[in-house]
Every structure is written in C-alpha cells, then in structure tokens.
C-alpha cells in the first residue's frame, strides 16, 4: 500500500501527487531558504533568477503555484506573472522588499493571488502556500459541482456555475481570490464581515497578522466593481452594499 506522508500543517500530500512550486527570486540566499523550507514541506521545488528564465521554466514545467519576487533582472515579476498568466492560469505569491500598497495592488491587478512583504518568516510562507493551495483545490471543486443559478444584487451580477461577474451587463475579470472574496461578501449582503471571517473564509488564514492582504484584495476589488459597492466600517471590517428595495 502506498505510504502517504503528513506535512507540517497535517494535511495529507500522496507521493506521485507533489505539487510542482517555482520559486522566482534573484537572491540566492533568499531563494535557497525558501526552496529548502517548501522541500520539507514536501513540494517538488524549481527556481529561477530573472524574468525570462521564470517564464520559460513555467512553461516546460506547469508548476502548480508560482511564488514570484516583483524585483527581478531581465524584466520584473509584474510582467512575469502577466506572461505566465496568459499561457494558463497559475496561483501567484507576489514577494516584495517594499511595503507599498501600490506595488502589492499592481500585482493583484496582473493576476496574483496573494503577497507578502519581507522580511517574513519561512513558517508564514509555507502556511500561505498551503492555504493557497487548498483555496484553489476548493474552487476546482466548486467549479465541478457548482451551485445553480446566478446573483443579482442590483446591476451586480455573480455567476457561481461559470465564476463570472457583470456590473451593468459588462464582464469584470476577477482574480480567483478576488472572486471568492466577493461572494463571501454576498453570501450575506449588508452584513459587516470582520477582516478575521473574511481571512479564515477566503483563505483558510486563521492569523490576523494577514489582515492587509484583506485590505489590500478589498482595494483592488473596489477598483473593479464600484468602490461604492463595499462599505467600510472602521475597526470591523467591509459589507456588500446592495440596493435597499
């Protein structure tokens, strides 16, 4: 019988079923790190220094996540992740030296999922990649058994079965976390979600030390459908603003 080994965070990965990491990252010292920690985690681990290394190997490989620093040699992470992207759509873990929103909205724009500013602990990495994971496991899921019928909170319109959204009529491409977030939002219009729900519901994230990645995915979705469609309550957290009957 097969053996099947338990990761750190106790969750059950298969031998023969290992997903495929690529680290993109041009200090060696920082990338070595995190290959080594992810390793032990039990992921299968390639790297990359530079922006056309990282997308020739994303091609060959089809890793199953990209962990992506945006100050990259050759061309940087933002258009990595737009490359990669268009060939096939791939989790991305945006990296970056500098805490600045706009370059953590930038990439959240071009398609990633999630990000981290360093310096940051290898423990907190490898939990984010196990959650992103699972958040994308879960989507596939629903995706194959999805639920009937679509949303209609006034000129909003969510299509779970085909994971789309329309604001007065005309496609708004989400990101996955994007889009999960706001049904989250929906599920329960009018009703402040704390940053904690939203970071346990949409990723699995049970430290609050995440909660500028809620504020940051927030902005970002603002941008897409109407800032005025989410309402913030200081100190709490974001509601769905739906159209009073």
């Given at each position: 019988?097969?053996?099947?080994?338990?990761?750190?965070?106790?969750?059950?990965?298969?031998?023969?079923?290992?997903?495929?990491?690529?680290?993109?990252?041009?200090?060696?010292?920082?990338?070595?790190?995190i290959?080594?920690?992810?390793?032990?985690?039990?992921?299968?681990?390639?790297?990359?220094?530079?922006g056309?290394?990282a997308?020739?190997t994303?091609?060959?490989?089809?890793?199953?996540?990209?962990?992506?620093?945006?100050m990259?040699?050759?061309?940087?992470?933002l258009e990595?992740?737009?490359?990669?992207?268009?060939?096939?759509?791939?989790?991305?873990m945006m990296?970056?030296?500098?805490?600045?929103?706009?370059?953590?909205l930038?990439?959240?724009?071009?398609?990633?999922?999630?990000?981290?500013?360093?310096?940051?602990?290898?423990?907190?990495l490898?939990?984010r990649?196990?959650?992103?994971?699972?958040?994308?496991?879960?989507?596939a899921?629903?995706?194959?058994?999805?639920?009937?019928?679509?949303?209609?909170?006034?000129?909003?319109?969510?299509?779970?079965?085909?994971?789309?959204?329309?604001?007065?009529?005309?496609d708004?491409?989400?990101?996955?976390t994007e889009?999960?977030?706001?049904?989250?939002l929906?599920?329960?219009?009018r009703?402040?979600?704390s940053?904690?729900?939203?970071?346990?519901?949409?990723?699995?994230?049970a430290?609050?030390?995440?909660?500028?990645?809620?504020?940051?995915?927030?902005k970002?979705?603002?941008?897409k459908?109407?800032?005025?469609?989410i309402?913030?309550?200081?100190g709490?957290?974001?509601?769905?603003?739906?159209?009073t009957?």
């Amino acid at each position: 019988m097969e053996q099947t080994h338990t990761s750190h965070n106790g969750s059950a990965a298969t031998p023969g079923a290992q997903r495929r990491v690529l680290v993109v990252e041009d200090d060696p010292t920082i990338v070595d790190a995190i290959a080594a920690r992810l390793r032990a985690e039990g992921f299968l681990v390639q790297t990359a220094q530079d922006g056309p290394a990282a997308v020739d190997t994303a091609e060959a490989w089809q890793p199953d996540l990209l962990i992506l620093d945006i100050m990259l040699p050759g061309f940087d992470g933002l258009e990595v992740c737009r490359r990669v992207q268009a060939q096939r759509p791939v989790p991305v873990m945006m990296l970056t030296a500098r805490d600045d929103e706009t370059d953590m909205l930038v990439g959240l724009g071009v398609g990633a999922d999630d990000y981290m500013t360093k310096p940051f602990s290898m423990r907190e990495l490898a939990a984010r990649v196990h959650v992103l994971l699972r958040r994308v496991e879960r989507a596939a899921l629903a995706a194959a058994t999805p639920r009937s019928g679509i949303l209609r909170l006034g000129e909003l319109e969510i299509d779970h079965a085909q994971r789309r959204v329309r604001v007065r009529s005309e496609d708004v491409h989400l990101t996955p976390t994007e889009f999960d977030l706001l049904v989250c939002l929906a599920n329960t219009p009018r009703a402040v979600l704390s940053r904690e729900q939203l970071l346990a519901e949409v990723w699995d994230w049970a430290d609050a030390s995440g909660t500028r990645t809620v504020d940051s995915h927030i902005k970002a979705l603002r941008r897409k459908i109407g800032a005025e469609r989410i309402r913030t309550v200081h100190g709490v957290g974001y509601a769905l603003e739906t159209p009073t009957p």
